[in-house]
Structures are given as C-alpha cells and as structure tokens.
C-alpha cells in the first residue's frame, strides 16, 4: 500500500492517478489558490482504483498547505506505524525534503518526495544542482524578475556565508523580510 500526499497548489498536476493499484491512497490537498479540474483529469481520477480522499485547506498565509500536509502525514505515520505502506509526497517544494530527513532520523520512515504521481523522484536540495536555485525562486510566492533571479542565483555561486549574501541580498531589495524569505529559500544551496 502507498499512500500519496499530494500538494496540488504547487504541482496542478495528477498525471498517473490512473495507473494506481486498489490498495493506494491518494489525498489531494487543495486551497481556493488551486481548486478546478480539466474533464480529462477528472476522467483520469474516475478511471482510479485508488481511494482518492481531498482536504480542503484555508491559505491565509505563505506555506499554509505546506503546514497542514505536513501535519497531517504526522497522522498518517501514527496511523500506519504497524504496517508496512509507503508514503509518498507529492510536490515541487523543495522544503519537503527536510520533512523527509526528519521522520527519517526521527523514526526511520522513509518518505519519498515525488514530483508527479508517475514516480518521478524530486532531487533533494544538495546545493549543486544550479537550475534548481532558479527553479526554487520562480516557483516561490515571492515576485522577482529574471535578472533578480539571476543576480540571486549569482551571489549563491559567488559567495561561501549565509551573512555575505544576506547582507548582499538586503542591498538589492532593501526589504529585511523579503531578503530574510529569499535566504530561507536558497540556504540549502549555500557552499558549506
């Protein structure tokens, strides 16, 4: 059994959902920010076998479905801590990996981060993958600009401290919360 939490704000995608066993289990978590189905996807999620559950979640603030999925696959683990199903999350965001390492050390569950329900696997946030500080950035509810986005990009390659580039990154937007996000967001890929 697989049960697949998916964060269907950031990906809009259910690409699979078809080709699910009876024995999986699909929770769909959306907000009014991504609510509407095509006639195709909605055919796809009826031709399923697998049971298909959706959570409606109230967004008020930055990552609010984030927090609530992640909350919730705290219960799915209690739930099912003497089976053997595999969870899985479906999602683009990066943050989800950290989620992954904790349960992992915490209680040595093995979460796996997918980027659609086809099963391909998201690449966990190394800090050498150079498209992905990009990727991270433009997908982020923060509005920035191609050449913001590469001048980000550039300050991660160029220097080695997470308070070079803050300092660097409070220069170019003069906004100590937005340059505080952005940080939060390419810290990973900062060279240790």
């Known amino acids: ?18 080709n699910l066993s009876a024995d999986d289990c699909v929770v769909i978590f959306y907000s009014n920010k991504a609510n509407s189905l095509s006639f195709d996807v909605h055919k796809e999620i009826l031709s399923s076998n697998a049971k298909i559950e959706y959570k409606f979640v109230d967004v008020g603030s930055q990552n609010a479905l984030d927090f609530q999925l992640s909350s ?12 053997k199903c595999k969870i899985c999350i479906v999602s683009k965001d ?28 998201q690449n966990s946030p190394s800090g050498n993958g150079d498209s ?16 913001e986005i590469k001048e980000i990009f550039s300050m991660v390659k160029k220097y080695k ?10 220069k170019l937007f003069k906004d100590s ?16």
């Open 1 to 18: 059994m697989t049960i697949y939490l998916i964060d269907y704000e950031n990906t809009k995608n259910l690409s699979g959902i078809n």
């Open 72 to 83: 919730y696959l705290g219960y799915i683990i209690k739930q099912n801590e003497n089976t």
């Open 94 to 121: 990066k943050g989800f990996a950290y989620v992954s390492s904790f349960w992992e050390k915490e209680k040595s569950i093995e979460i796996q981060i997918l980027c659609d329900l086809t099963g391909k696997e």
């Open 132 to 147: 992905d500080i990009e990727s991270i950035l433009r997908q982020s509810d923060i509005r920035l600009s191609e050449s």
């Open 161 to 170: 401290t997470t308070q070079t580039i803050n300092g660097n990154l409070n």
């Open 177 to 192: 919360t937005k340059a505080g996000t952005i940080l939060k967001l390419v810290k990973p890929f900062i060279k240790k």
